[in-house]
């Protein structure tokens, strides 16, 4: 029913953000530590009086989450706020029905406080149509230190250390690897190891230009072996287990060594682990110097813009200084601002440190994750995604022949966009 005093009063009160204003904040943070650091930005966003209600969609990766999207879009009942990523930004910023940030961007200086590769993940078209959350390295290798200690191993630096950690740990009882079979996971360990074997212009060959040759290339070739030999030092017969299951293993000493995204670290913190006393972080061998980078983002959708005052008033809140450091340290990631001063960095781990740094060296270091949407679309990401998993669990398939199958996939798939080579 149509209030004329409430009305009013909000002229009065100009654009100033409806007391209590709900959004709607659809996502895929379901471990403890995402929900912890979910549960960080509600509470500040409470402070400002806006309510964010929790539509949280499990599966990690996300796949679950953009499913539920699609058919919330169709249905007619988008959400406010949707955790969208990567390139997927500007197909939904197409259609028409993402929110323009511009104002919020400009008032908050964005174009000088985010570095240009997390700003070009979030303009389309010139506008800002996303705010951006934290920044997540992949090309991590998390290793249970009292294990280490207690077999006298060193940080594996080079695939020979960590061959030899692997035989060690497993002539004592111990499953050197932890790794879960689903298929966004197994691709996540596999971007990392062609990053390993070909470095960052060699991984943009494959993922970012679709460059169906280089998927016949020994460097490709190699990351796949790379892939066999991993697996080899896993479970093999280890289910589809959610990833957080992974980082209890390592915590309670069940597997030695894990690659993974750091929200890895976020869950092991999350769960009374300290860095350096009971984990610790490396790069997943020879990728020290590079950066497989993911930027988690929100976008705001238009609707009938009622919500307009509280979607900006968040956007602003979730890019503000306070707000990104004690986000970040929760979710395992670090902000997305390159203007951290003193204080800030000393509130860096050293983990996150090196993240920080190495990402901010610019883009001759900087890979984007496939798997976590960075480089392609969804359905070439899925495609991938699916042939490296199928691979990873035939070992019939030798590498060769996977080589073939993938370069042909690529091929049809750039056939189909009128992508031809
Ligand atoms: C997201 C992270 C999330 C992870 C596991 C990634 O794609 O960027 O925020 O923690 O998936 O669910």
Redo the contacts with the bound molecule.
């Keep these: 029913m149509f209030d004329y005093k409430v009305s009013v009063l909000a002229l009065l009160l100009g654009a100033s953000v409806h007391a209590g204003e709900s959004v709607d904040v659809l996502h895929?943070?379901?471990?403890a530590s995402?929900r912890g650091a979910a549960r960080f930005l509600q509470n500040r966003l409470a402070d400002e009086k806006i309510d964010w209600r929790d539509a949280a969609i499990p599966?990690?990766?996300?796949v679950g989450a953009m499913r539920v999207l699609k058919s919330r879009v169709l249905a007619g009942k988008q959400p406010a706020v949707a955790?969208l990523?990567g390139p997927a930004i500007a197909e939904w910023a197409d259609l028409g029905l993402i929110l323009e940030l511009d104002s919020v961007a400009k008032a908050n200086d964005w174009n000088h406080v985010l570095s240009p590769t997390i700003r070009q993940l979030l303009i389309h078209r010139e506008h800002f149509v996303a705010a951006p959350l934290?920044l997540?390295r992949i090309n991590n290798l998390y290793y249970n230190v009292k294990l280490f200690r207690k077999l006298g191993l060193a940080e594996p630096k080079t695939m020979d250390d960590l061959k030899r950690a692997a035989l060690r740990l497993s002539a004592a009882g111990i499953t050197p690897m932890g790794q879960s079979s689903e298929a966004?996971q197994v691709a996540t360990l596999f971007e990392s190891l062609v990053l390993m074997e070909g470095g960052p212009a060699f991984y943009r060959d494959v993922f970012v230009k679709r460059n169906a040759s280089a998927y016949l290339d020994s460097r490709f070739g190699r990351a796949l072996s790379r892939l066999r030999q991993l697996r080899s030092y896993t479970n093999k017969s280890a289910r589809e287990q959610p990833?957080s299951e992974v980082a209890q293993q390592l915590s309670n000493g069940q597997v030695g060594m894990v690659v993974m995204?750091d929200?890895f670290k976020?869950e092991l913190l999350s769960m009374g682990q300290k860095l350096d006393v009971d984990f610790a972080c490396a790069s997943v061998p020879n990728t020290q110097q590079y950066h497989l980078y993911?930027?988690?983002s929100f976008v705001m959708f238009t609707g009938d813009y009622s919500q307009q005052d509280a979607q900006e008033k968040m956007a602003q809140i979730l890019v503000s200084p306070a707000v990104q450091q004690g986000y970040n340290r929760i979710?395992?990631?670090v902000p997305v601002r390159r203007d951290l001063d003193a204080k800030a960095m000393s509130s860096l781990d050293r983990c996150a440190t090196s993240s920080w740094q190495t990402f901010n060296k610019g883009k001759s270091v900087q890979a984007p994750?496939l798997?976590?949407?960075m480089a392609a679309d969804e359905k070439f990401k899925d495609a991938i995604v699916a042939q490296v998993q199928k691979f990873y669990l035939d070992e019939s398939i030798s590498v060769q022949d996977n080589q073939q199958r993938m370069a042909a996939m690529v091929r049809a798939l750039n056939a189909q966009e009128g992508n031809i080579e």
Excluded: N, P
């Design positions: 895929w943070w379901t471990s995402e599966g990690g990766g996300g955790q990523i934290g997540h966004w990833w995204g929200w976020g993911s930027i988690d979710k395992g990631s994750s798997v976590h949407r």
